[in-house]
């Protein structure tokens, strides 16, 4: 798996200098999450070079798209720790909260940053339409991310609450996202956004292409927002 990692690193041409130790950190994080995996489910991923493929370089191909050196990163839903995770490792400056709803994941990502000997990196159980309230976390971090499968409109409302203004949600999708983009260009302007670029990349050794969807904070949010997560269900922005 380390080997892998590291010919895919350098395929993808980014501008940020890697880390020596990163692909190692990297493959001991993916042995740590297939052994768990086979008593708590992480991953439906459970080949080795798949994870190192469409786990570790898929989270990597970000560091193409923004500076993340001495700046906070917010991983909304980040289940077992995707893309924060691997990005803290790959941008060891980078400050990172991982926010999941389950605390049994949320008590595995701390062991494992532990086992990593990873600091500044918090895993904090946490519903993110309740802490997108809370002050703390409020309008805090240069970047927010997410990997989900929800609705862009939905991981809209519960991730650019945590931003900045001047910061960028960074939206991990599929390349036939258009029409999902189209539908929550309302939802991204009513909650201070704007859609900076999508961009398509190939994952390194594979036929695989994913989207980043860039979207720019630019204003403040009305306090009602994020809404319920019921509410946000039931009636999209």
Same mark, same amino acid.
Request: with cysteine.
């Given at each position: ?109 701390? =062991? ?83 859609? =900076? ?41």
């Amino acid at each position: 798996m380390e080997a892998l990692i590291r010919t895919g690193l350098s395929q993808l041409n980014q501008s940020h200098p890697i880390p020596e130790n990163a692909p190692a950190l990297l493959s001991r994080y993916g042995e740590l999450l297939l052994q768990k995996n086979q008593v708590m489910n992480l991953t439906a991923i459970t080949d080795p070079r798949d994870v190192a493929t469409l786990h570790m370089l898929d989270c990597a191909a970000l560091l193409n798209y923004a500076d993340f050196d001495g700046k906070s990163l917010i991983d909304v839903g980040t289940g077992a720790g995707f893309p924060g995770l691997p990005l803290k490792i790959l941008a060891p400056t980078l400050h990172v909260t991982l926010l999941d709803s389950l605390n049994k994941r949320v008590d595995w990502l701390a =062991e494992i940053c532990e086992a990593l000997n990873l600091n500044s990196i918090q895993a904090i159980h946490a519903r993110a339409e309740e802490a997108g309230h809370e002050p703390i976390f409020r309008e805090q971090f240069d970047f927010a991310t997410a990997r989900a499968v929800a609705d862009l409109r939905l991981l809209c409302e519960l991730c650019l609450p945590f931003v900045k203004v001047g910061g960028r949600f960074l939206a991990m999708k599929s390349t036939d996202s258009d029409d999902e983009l189209n539908s929550a260009l309302p939802a991204i302007r009513t909650l201070g956004g704007e859609v =900076e670029r999508c961009v398509d990349y190939t994952i390194p050794h594979t036929n695989v292409t994913h989207r980043v969807i860039l979207i720019q904070k630019n204003t403040t949010i009305p306090g009602k927002y994020p809404r319920r997560w019921t509410k946000m269900q039931k009636v999209p922005l």
